[in-house]
């Protein structure tokens, strides 16, 4: 399997704070890849300085065989990269509807596509007309997830997406994202829900203070209990 | 594609219109008809203010959208209301026997000529200023400060060293002239103009806004930068443009404020400046309804205010102000910021 992204002793300072220290992993095409660590290890910060958002001082992001370490964020954003910031980044004051259609770049909204983004969030068609400021946290959830899929896009970075939600709401949110993955979507997904990260993950990288301890596949840190407790701190067992 | 439900059984949440802040609007206007007495003074007062209100209004616009989108503070915005209002004169160079034409129809051309000139040239002067003045300070508030004031004094004073330091009076075209006189109350014809300038350039923006993408970006934009770009669109190439518009909106609100005063001097958009930022500051930063409404009711209130306790005109503003931010801390309409 090819690799669609690859950072290369990625280095990112926001002011005076060394935030990433040579980040080195690989997301492989058609495939969903784990994120993980403690808080403040530098998932977000790495999703950022892919997006461009935060500039890699050092080292090198290589999307699709192009270097985009120094590329602007609009740019890469249409070269293909979609991205669910842990805030979600909905926008409150536009309708559901305005936010979907800031997303779909191409100008309209594709009828059949967005058939099947209802089915898989419905509360987005009941909700479609009003202020996206006015849904819950998982309704926001899930348009922040929406927006990303409304056109597709080669790789998708999701930052947290079931951060604050309810158990219920996990475990749908959990079969969203089975379904995007039998799409062949290749998926960056950052997360501190343990159950989620096992049911989901191909494959695995591990952060620590802003370097990469660990990449492997999914399935074996999920059977080893002393890796998860010396990447983690904890099993995921006590997680779930 | 099949599908993975996601089952929600949430209650459709209720919409909110928000409708207190604009009905301030009429409620203040029919508040002040017992205080003035006269229906005829009440009337007069309330079609001059309003036509100030728009006035401030257009003026007001661009920048609130500046300060929304990039959270740029433009303290320089009174050039472009200078500049536009000294355009005037210059459309009025070739056009001069129009004014005095008793044709309706020629005057009414010589103040769009008037307003075309200003919006194309104060529309060039933003893409310049932008490029010059604002683009280098980016995300520093302390510098915008500075870097703008100190570019609308020198702005200031070209404007001494082309047209002269002396106030230069301004004439209105002859059919523009007078009142009309509906049973006792008299409403000046170039007030209603105004009003029907302002409400023409809001009924556009509101359009622009809402029904264009373009204005769906600004909207979204003025929410969240950092998303926008992060959809893909170029943010800074947007906010040029929105720059642009600010500074022609200026212009034309520069135009209708010297035909207004009938004077043009170097200091006039210094002067309105204070306004205006008191006027984006109720309206909550970065709202064009807020700034619509804010507008007006700093208008009514200055004109009430002026003609039942004048002693109080100078402050009523800043009063109004603090009123409504102890009653609404982010303004009227404050946009949802990330």
């Known amino acids: 399997m090819s690799d669609l992204l690859r950072l290369e002793g990625v280095h990112t300072h926001i002011a005076q704070y060394h935030i990433l220290h040579g980040v080195d992993f690989a997301v492989p095409k058609g495939q969903l890849t784990m994120l993980l660590g403690r808080n403040g290890a530098g998932k977000t910060t790495t999703l950022r300085t892919i997006m461009g958002l935060w500039q890699a001082s050092q080292g090198r992001v290589v999307f699709d065989g192009q270097d985009i370490t120094k590329t602007a964020t609009p740019e890469i954003a249409q070269s293909g990269i979609a991205y669910v910031p842990e805030n979600m980044g909905i926008f409150a004051d536009l309708t559901v509807r305005e936010n979907m259609l800031l997303a779909a770049r191409e100008g309209e909204i594709d009828m059949a596509r967005l058939k099947w983004i209802f089915g898989l969030f419905p509360a987005l068609e009941r909700f479609w007309l009003l202020a996206a400021g006015s849904l819950s946290g998982g309704q926001k959830q899930m348009l922040a997830i929406a927006r990303a899929i409304v056109e597709p896009r080669a790789l998708l970075l999701i930052d947290e997406p079931t951060k604050g939600l309810a158990p219920a709401i996990i475990m749908n949110m959990i079969q969203a994202f089975k379904e995007l993955k039998s799409t062949g979507a290749t998926i960056l997904l950052v997360e501190q829900n343990f159950l989620a990260a096992k049911l989901l993950g191909d494959n695995v990288a591990v952060m620590d203070d802003g370097r990469i301890v660990h990449t492997g596949a999914m399935a074996e840190l999920a059977e080893d209990k002393s890796l998860q407790q010396k990447l983690l701190g904890l099993s995921m067992d006590a997680h779930q | 594609m099949s599908t993975a439900a996601i089952s929600d059984t949430a209650a459709l949440p209720k919409v909110k219109l928000d409708l207190l802040p604009i009905l301030l609007v009429p409620g203040l206007m029919l508040l002040a008809l017992p205080f003035v007495g006269s229906f005829s003074t009440w009337v007069t007062l309330t079609v001059a203010a309003l036509a100030m209100g728009m006035m401030i209004f257009l003026m007001a616009s661009g920048l609130t959208l500046v300060f929304g989108l990039m959270d740029v503070l433009n303290f320089g915005h009174g050039v472009f209301i200078s500049f536009g209002a000294y355009m005037s004169l210059v459309a009025l160079g070739p056009l001069a026997g129009w004014v005095e034409s008793p044709n309706i129809w020629l005057n009414i051309g010589v103040l769009l000529a008037c307003i075309l000139v200003a919006m194309v040239v104060t529309g060039a002067l933003g893409w310049a200023f932008e490029r010059v003045v604002i683009r280098p300070v980016y995300g520093q508030h302390l510098k915008q400060i500075l870097i703008t004031m100190g570019g609308m004094i020198v702005a200031e004073q070209m404007i001494h060293v082309i047209w002269g330091a002396s106030p230069i009076p301004l004439r209105l075209p002859e059919g523009l002239r007078g009142a009309i006189v509906?049973?006792?109350?008299?409403?000046?014809?170039?007030?209603?103009?105004?009003?029907?300038?302002?409400?023409?350039?809001?009924?556009?923006?509101?359009?622009?806004?809402?029904?264009?993408?373009?204005?769906?970006?600004?909207?979204?934009?003025?929410?969240?930068?950092?998303?926008?770009?992060?959809?893909?669109?170029?943010?800074?190439?947007?906010?040029?443009?929105?720059?642009?518009?600010?500074?022609?909106?200026?212009?034309?609100?520069?135009?209708?404020?010297?035909?207004?005063?009938?004077?043009?001097?170097?200091?006039?958009?210094?002067?309105?400046?204070?306004?205006?930022?008191?006027?984006i500051i109720i309206g909550g930063l970065g709202s064009v309804g807020g700034c619509f409404t804010g507008a007006l009711l700093v208008a009514l209130v200055a004109n009430y205010t002026g003609f039942l306790a004048p002693k109080l005109a100078l402050g009523s503003s800043i009063l109004l102000m603090v009123l409504i931010l102890l009653w609404r801390p982010q303004g009227l309409y404050p946009v949802a910021k990330r």
């Open chain 2, 182 to 279: 509906i049973g006792d109350a008299a409403m000046e014809k170039y007030r209603v103009i105004a009003v029907v300038v302002g409400l023409t350039v809001f009924g556009a923006m509101y359009l622009v806004l809402n029904r264009t993408k373009i204005g769906l970006l600004i909207r979204a934009g003025v929410e969240n930068a950092e998303m926008v770009e992060a959809l893909g669109y170029k943010i800074r190439r947007l906010f040029v443009g929105v720059f642009i518009a600010g500074s022609a909106l200026a212009g034309l609100g520069g135009v209708l404020w010297a035909f207004y005063r009938q004077t043009l001097t170097a200091g006039m958009g210094m002067e309105v400046n204070v306004l205006i930022f008191i006027v």
